[in-house]
C-alpha cells in the first residue's frame, strides 16, 4: 500500500514561519494529487492547499499569499511553506495523497492520508 509521513510542525510566534513536509512511499505506481487539510480544536477538517501532478494549485482563501504549496514528483513529496502565520491557523495539518499502487497484480487507486502534524501558533 502507501505510507504517507507529515513532518515540520510545531510551536511558533505569531508572524512566524514553519515549513511542513510530507512524503509518501510504498508500492507506488503514480500519484495524482497531493495537498494539505488541517484540524482545528471543535471544528471540521478543512483543505488548506493543493496541488496536481502538473503543479495547478488551489488554496483556501484563508491562505492565499501567505502559505505556498509546492511538490517534488521524483521524491513523491509535498511541501507546505506558511508564513505571516496567525493564532487562527493553529491546528493539526494532515497530508493527504491520491495515489495509485500495484496489488496482487492490479492497480489500485485510493486516497491515503498521514497521522498529522500539530501546528501551534501564539499570540
Known amino acids: 500500500q502507501v505510507q504517507v509521513v507529515e513532518s515540520g510542525g510545531g510551536l511558533v510566534q505569531t508572524g512566524g514561519s514553519l515549513r511542513l513536509s510530507c512524503a509518501a512511499s510504498g508500492s507506488i505506481f503514480s500519484i495524482k494529487a497531493m495537498g494539505w487539510y488541517r484540524q482545528a480544536p471543535g471544528k471540521q477538517r478543512e483543505l488548506v492547499a493543493t496541488i496536481s501532478s502538473g503543479g495547478s494549485t488551489v488554496y483556501a482563501d484563508s491562505v492565499k499569499g501567505r502559505f505556498t504549496i509546492s511538490r517534488d514528483n521524483t521524491a513523491n513529496t509535498v511541501y507546505l511553506q506558511m508564513n505571516s502565520l496567525k493564532p487562527d491557523d493553529t491546528a493539526v495539518y494532515y497530508c493527504?495523497?491520491?495515489?495509485?499502487?500495484?496489488?496482487?497484480?492490479?492497480?489500485?487507486?485510493?486516497?491515503?492520508w498521514g497521522q498529522g502534524t500539530q501546528v501551534t501558533v501564539s499570540s
Open positions: 493527504t495523497t491520491r495515489a495509485t499502487y500495484v496489488r496482487g497484480g492490479l492497480d489500485i487507486t485510493d486516497a491515503f
